[in-house]
């Protein structure tokens, strides 16, 4: 993994690299699981972001500018 000066970006979004605004560690276009510890998702709740949006894609996620809030993150409907 580079360091955000190695960063790809494509579609004005990170393409492989870290996502500052969804938090989230991505290559190839493709979000990556936390690879945080089973004992972090006692009561199956996700235990960040990475975990819960792990294996979509970073083109899908519409974020609005104005708003810095992950919780209000849209799936782009296709
Ligand atoms: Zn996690």
């Not at 709740?45 to 209000?72: M, W």
């Amino acid at each position: 993994m580079t360091r955000l000066s190695g960063d790809e970006i494509r579609h004005g979004r990170v393409w492989t690299g870290f996502d500052y605004d969804l938090q989230v560690w991505v290559v190839g276009g493709v979000i990556q699981c936390c690879g945080h510890p089973e004992t972090m998702r006692l009561g199956g709740k996700p235990c960040c972001n990475a975990y819960r949006l792990a294996g979509q894609r970073i083109v899908d996620f519409f974020h609005d500018p104005d708003n810095k809030s992950t919780e209000n993150l849209r799936l782009v409907k296709k």
